[in-house]
């Protein structure tokens, strides 16, 4: 979900006259960047790595345990970039450089409003 709503979240952050907010939505943005790379290596190595493996005529447990080990690794550092975007995101919350109830308010004046007939 970090990655659904991660680029949309990082629109709507504000950046202030000092540079510390923008500073920080350019940390935020390399973080979640690493994010999706690290993501997609880890789809491709699913993809071609572990099939090739599993499908292999000679291949060996070790082989096997190899591939396998790489998957855990990747995703394991997966789940550390997306613990840091999380704690990153409430740091700045707490410090008030990112006030969340107004990047929420902002982002429903950008919603199109519904309008309602009255018969």
């Known amino acids: 979900m970090i990655q659904a709503y991660g ?3 990082m629109f ?3 950046t202030d006259a000092q540079g510390i ?3 920080e939505k350019l940390v ?3 973080n979640l960047n690493n994010l999706h790379a690290q993501t997609e290596r880890l789809s491709f190595h699913l993809e071609q790595d572990l099939a090739s493996v599993l ?9 096997f345990e190899k591939s396998r080990a790489g998957v855990i690794r990747m995703a394991q550092y997966c789940d550390s970039r997306r613990l840091k975007i999380v704690s ?3 740091q700045n919350h707490d410090k008030g ?10 982002e429903a004046e950008d919603e199109p409003k ?3 007939k009255q018969n």
Do not use: C, G
């Not at 499908?55 to 082989?63: G, L």
């Open 21 to 23: 907010a923008k500073n």
């Open 7 to 9: 680029y949309a979240f």
């Open 28 to 30: 935020y943005q390399q």
């Open 114 to 116: 519904m309008e309602t």
């Open 55 to 63: 499908r292999a005529p000679k291949s060996t447990p070790q082989d």
């Open 97 to 106: 450089f990112w006030n969340l109830a107004e990047i929420n308010a902002a």
């Open 12 to 14: 709507y952050l504000p």
């Open 88 to 90: 990153h995101v409430l």
